[in-house]
């Protein structure tokens, strides 16, 4: 006779330490989202609500302004992201080289990501005037025409991605700093020792080596390309004209019009934005760290 033991039931007891997050990330996320999507299919004010279905979406998409800052969101996000990249990769493998005052040059890099965004933007409109600011008179005084950098339709937005570059570039720079500290110096040894050149090593060693840095720098640029706002609102407010307006910046010209239907649905195109781009990307990043 076998003797057989009650089976014990797990407590629900450790289970009960999920719900204050539950309850706070139910408050500050699936409510507001739920509340965005329900509000897109509407025409609402501040006290009433009528559903009109798609109509704002439809109108979104047949707005040319409109399109126009899906577009620039677009492509400011991947600038930015695409140069916050390779110049963090670069400035931190010189960084971690023997340099001279590395440390220094390691808090002047770093500097800006502490700085207020709405004060760079402020600060590098007044250095961006046309005919005032310092770049173009420095310019002037080596013999260039400065360019317009923030009233010129073609330059606006890529003026703000280069600010918005030597803003971020730090926080990029200081990811790869610890993603080159984790490899280990026996690589590079034994590489020396087979008698590899330096862009040998930086390309059969740094570069897949560092590729968990890789990864977050891209991921994070690329979140905070397509949610930029404040630096591109200080500098532009979207303009000239709509050249260097984002989804946003839309967005928010659009709830001081009063058309709070049409910029909810503009939150949802962000949000649904964000979420087609960053999750297959990041499952593809993963897919092949995995398989290398």
């Not at 220094?104 to 402020?122: H, K, N």
């Not at 862009?199 to 740094?206: A, C, E, G, Y």
Request: aromatic fraction near 14%.
């Amino acid at each position: 006779m076998t003797e057989t033991r009650p089976r014990s039931r797990k407590s629900p007891y450790p289970l009960w330490f999920f719900i204050p997050a539950a309850i706070i990330y139910g408050v500050l996320f699936l409510v507001p989202t739920v509340s965005s999507l329900w509000f897109s299919l509407t025409r609402w004010d501040l006290s009433t609500a009528e559903f009109i279905g798609l109509e704002n979406f439809q109108q979104f998409f047949s707005e040319p302004f409109l399109v126009k800052g899906l577009v620039n969101t677009l492509i400011y996000a991947v600038t930015t992201s695409g140069l916050k990249t390779v110049c963090g990769l670069l400035l931190a493998v010189m960084l971690t080289s023997n340099i001279f005052a590395r440390g220094f040059l390691r808090t002047l890099v770093f500097f800006p990501v502490l700085v207020s965004t709405i004060g760079i933007g402020i600060t590098f409109t007044v250095m961006m005037h046309p005919t005032r600011g310092i770049i173009n008179v420095t310019l002037e005084t080596l013999g260039i025409p400065g360019p317009g950098w923030l009233t010129n339709p073609a330059l606006a937005l890529f003026s703000v991605a280069l600010v918005d570059l030597w803003k971020g570039v730090g926080l990029a720079t200081l990811i790869f700093i610890a993603g080159l500290a984790a490899i280990s110096p026996d690589y590079y040894e034994a590489a020396r020792i087979d008698g590899a050149t330096r862009p040998q090593q930086f390309f059969r060693i740094t570069l897949p080596l560092v590729r968990p840095a890789t990864i977050t720098v891209v991921t994070l640029s690329l979140i905070g390309g397509l949610r930029s706002f404040d630096l591109i609102w200080a500098m532009t407010r979207g303009g000239p004209g709509f050249s260097s307006d984002v989804i946003a910046s839309v967005i928010y010209k659009q709830y001081q019009a009063g058309f709070y239907g049409l910029s909810t649905a503009g939150n949802v195109i962000l949000f649904a934005l964000i979420a087609v781009i960053i999750l297959p990307l990041t499952l593809w990043f993963n897919r092949r760290g995995v398989e290398e």
